[in-house]
């Protein structure tokens, strides 16, 4: 049989499993926005100050759509998995960023026809 106290304790430490988050929202208010990550592989064959470019173009295109960039991580030359357009190695970058759900459509299809950007994936880090 159990004793009244003991069902609270159990209850009271599920209770505190849960965990309260901060949701953002857009600066234009109504909108919450999501926490997301984007790592691509840079053509290694460019020159530093292009692929730095590059970094800033993609950080560039979530600022003017409304997102903010949390962290960048720029990882740098590392071998490839499988050789991409004939190439072993190529240069990392990982930026965490907040936005709406419409900037990642953007970022992909502009990531897609950039010619600097080998590979590319977007990751929804809120989705379960």
């Given at each position: 049989m159990y004793n009244n106290r003991a069902c609270f304790v159990i209850f009271?430490?599920?209770?505190?499993?849960?965990?309260v988050r901060a949701v953002p929202f857009s600066p234009q208010g109504g909108e919450n926005m999501t926490n997301y990550e984007i790592m691509f592989i840079i053509d290694p064959t460019l020159e530093e100050e292009k692929k730095n470019?590059?970094?800033?173009?993609v950080q560039e295109i979530i600022k003017t759509g409304?997102?903010?960039v949390s962290n960048v991580d720029v990882w740098g030359m590392k071998k490839l998995a499988y050789p991409i357009e004939?190439?072993?190695?190529?240069y990392y970058v990982v930026i965490e960023f907040q936005?709406?759900?419409e900037l990642p459509k953007e970022?992909?299809?502009?990531?897609k026809i950039s010619d600097n950007v080998m590979r590319h994936m977007i990751i929804n880090k809120d989705a379960k």
């Open positions: 009271e430490a599920r209770e505190s499993l849960h965990r470019a590059t970094v800033e173009k409304e997102g903010e004939k190439k072993n190695e190529g936005a709406g759900i970022l992909d299809r502009r990531l």
